[in-house]
């Protein structure tokens, strides 16, 4: 079965700083993997996905992400984080054959002035 | 475009009462999807349609979750009769079918407290 692992339930960082958020995926058939991001009292909003067009991805609000088979990861990178970037980060696996989304846990990123 | 559209957004019951939820898909798109968020977890799948029809609905509690689809639009989830696990978002989510890198489109959600 498809699974993604997300290490780090918070992140903290100050703004300006990188942001790295952990993703690893499960999937025993090449996958599309998806960073989604959810603000407070609102739904999930797509930042970006790989659908193995290219490894690195680039996506919304300056983020992108590099797919590596050999390390079976998808972590998510912005070079200098924003107040607004304060939320919860979501990865998610598809399966090629199914539009079924499974997601991880969740990190929630804390941004300090 | 109109994006997902949910009600309510919030919701309080007592325990063994129902509870129904409304989504209305963006429109055209052909899959919608409900989900099940508790608190500090990611969104758990708990059925898909395609058009009027279930596709996957492995992970709903049937014998206390139902959910339609009626001539493939709106669709309803309801609860009967409710427990306090059951605290959760209820998220609504839509895509255009037939392509499994689609994004899927999220409504805000209904936020239910069962006391």
């Known amino acids: 079965a498809q699974s993604v692992t997300q290490l780090g339930s918070h992140v903290s960082v100050s703004e300006g700083a990188l942001v790295l958020l952990r993703c690893n995926y499960s999937?025993?058939?090449?996958?599309?993997l998806f960073w989604y991001v959810q603000y407070p009292n609102q739904g999930l909003q797509l930042l970006l996905k790989?659908?193995?067009?290219?490894?690195l991805v680039k996506g919304i609000n300056g983020f992108e992400a590099e797919f590596k088979k050999s390390e079976t990861s998808f972590h998510l990178t912005k070079p200098s984080a924003h107040m607004s970037d304060a939320a919860e980060y979501f990865c998610?696996?598809?399966?090629?054959?199914?539009?079924?989304?499974?997601f991880g846990t969740g990190t929630r990123l804390l941004v300090s002035p | 475009e109109a994006g997902v559209a949910q009600s309510p957004r919030y919701k309080i019951i007592e325990k063994r009462q129902s509870v129904a939820f409304w989504c209305n898909p963006i429109?055209?798109?052909?899959?919608l999807y409900w989900y099940q968020q508790i608190l500090g977890q990611g969104p758990k799948l708990l059925i898909q349609?395609?058009?009027?029809?279930?596709?996957?609905d492995s992970q709903l509690p049937k014998d206390r979750f139902s959910a339609e689809r009626l001539k493939g639009v709106d669709s309803t989830l309801k609860i009967q009769p409710a427990k306090l696990e059951d605290s959760a978002v209820y998220l609504c989510?839509?895509?255009?079918?037939?392509?499994?890198?689609?994004?899927?489109?999220f409504g805000n959600g209904t936020r239910l407290t069962v006391t």
């Open positions: 989510a839509s895509t255009t079918v037939g392509r499994a890198d689609s994004p899927l489109h």
């Open positions: 999937s025993s058939v090449p996958p599309y």
């Open positions: 790989y659908t193995s067009a290219a490894t």
């Open positions: 998610a696996v598809s399966d090629q054959g199914f539009q079924k989304l499974v």
């Open positions: 429109s055209g798109h052909a899959t």
């Open positions: 349609f395609q058009n009027n029809g279930v596709v996957d």
